[in-house]
Each structure stands twice: as C-alpha cells, then as structure tokens.
T-cell receptor, first 115, second 112 residues
Framework: AQTVTQSQPEMSVQEAETVTLSCTYD???????LFWYKQPPSRQMILVIRQEAYKQQNATENRFSVNFQKAAKSFSLKISDSQLGDAAMYFC????????????FGKGTKLTVNP | DTEVTQTPKHLVMGMTNKKSLKCEQHMGHRAMYWYKQKAKKPPELMFVYSYEKLSINESVPSRFSPECPNSSLLNLHLHALQPEDSALYLC???????????FGPGTRLTVT
C-alpha cells in the first residue's frame, strides 16, 4: 500500500519570502500522480499543483512549484513571494495511475505567513 | 468552471434524526466522492461513484447511505448517527479516475 509522509506538522514564513514544504511517499508503482492541496481556514480543499510521475519536468503554477525527485520518492512544494492568503493547511497526495480513484493523503503541514 | 457545491454548510442533528447532505457539480465530471474529515486530519475517503455506480465503499457503517441520482448530483443520507460522526464532510468530483479531484466547501456536521 502506498503511504505519504509530511514530516513538518507546522511551518512559518515571512511575507514575501520563500518556503518549501516537504513530502515523501512510498510506492512500488512506476506510474502515478502527485498533488498538493491547500485547505485554508475556510475549509475548502483547493488543488494547488499536479505532477505526473512520467514527466521529468517539475510542475509550476505561478508562485508555486514542485521539486519532484522520482528516485528519492520526494515531492516538495516551493512557495515563492509568500502572501498572507497562502496561510493554510497543505496536504500532499498520491494517486495511482490506473484502476484506483483513491487519493492517499499525507497528514498535512500547517503554514503560517507572518506579516 | 471548477465549482462543486454542497448544502447545507452546517448541520446539527440528533442521534435519532434522518438528514441528507447534497453535492452538485456541473462540470460534466463522471466520478464523485464523499470524504470525512476530522479536525487537523486529512480527509478520509468514504465512497466513490463512477458513472453513477458505486465503485468504492471504504467499509463505511450503514448509517451512512450514499446515492447518486444522476451524473451531477450526489447525496449522503444520514440516519442514527453517533456523536463521533461529527466532522466536516467533503464532496469532490473528477473527470475520471486519472484526473484531479475538485472539492466542495464541505458540510460541517454536528451530532448531538
């Protein structure tokens, strides 16, 4: 069974600075998807970024980028120019490519952005 | 449009009540999901519907009964719940099994 580990329960960053959230996973599969979801205090889970395992290029979405290291089974999220609105719980998630609709979530990292 | 809507936003019910949660999407997605989320925990998958058929039931107690009347609508019927069932219930949808899931805002359920 796949597992996802987020080793940082809490992180903080100064506004306008850069922060990196860590995520590692364990799988025997070669094809899969990885996601970062953000859940602000308003509760809604928002998809931040998605990475296909077969793609070597790291995904980017505006200020959000990932460092995907397939051999190391690592999938970290970098937030550049942090904004107050980035404060949220961030969940890393894994999904098999075929035959499974199930998302496997990490336990989450709570990010605080200090003004 | 990547919107999943859920009603009600908040629900308080007694252990003998029967209530329903509703989830709707108009993105043409063919997979829909129910999750339960306790405070400071990740969401836990409860049910998955694919093409309006139940494809995954994560051993959820029968006091939770899902229903998918059509491809846009997903219900969760609640009956004889326990206080430990109090949680945030999230609905999500995706284009298919290999696509990202989009979540609704959730229903905060309190069982008294």
């Amino acid at each position: 069974a796949q597992t996802v580990t987020q080793s940082q329960p809490e992180m903080s960053v100064q506004e306008a600075e850069t922060v990196t959230l860590s995520c590692t996973y364990d799988t025997s599969e070669s094809d899969y998807y990885l996601f970062w979801y953000k859940q602000p205090p308003s509760r809604q889970m928002i998809l931040v970024i998605r990475q296909e395992a077969y793609k070597q290029q790291n995904a980017t979405e505006n200020r959000f980028s990932v460092n995907f290291q397939k051999a190391a089974k690592s999938f970290s999220l970098k937030i550049s120019d942090s904004q107050l609105g980035d404060a949220a719980m961030y969940f890393c998630a894994y999904r098999s490519q075929g035959g499974s609709e199930k998302l496997v979530f990490g336990k989450g990292t709570k990010l605080t952005v200090n003004p | 449009d990547t919107e999943v809507t859920q009603t009600p936003k908040h629900l308080v019910m007694g252990m003998t009540n029967k209530k329903s949660l509703k989830c709707e999407q108009h993105m043409g997605h063919r997979a829909m999901y129910w999750y339960k989320q306790k405070a400071k925990k990740p969401p836990e998958l409860m049910f998955v519907y694919s093409y309006e058929k139940l494809s995954i039931n994560e051993s959820v107690p029968s006091r939770f009964s899902p229903e998918c009347p059509n491809s846009s609508l997903l219900n969760l019927h609640l009956h004889a719940l326990q206080p430990e069932d109090s949680a945030l219930y999230l609905c999500a949808s995706s284009r298919g099994i290999n696509y990202e899931q989009y979540f609704g805002p959730g229903t905060r359920l309190t069982v008294t």
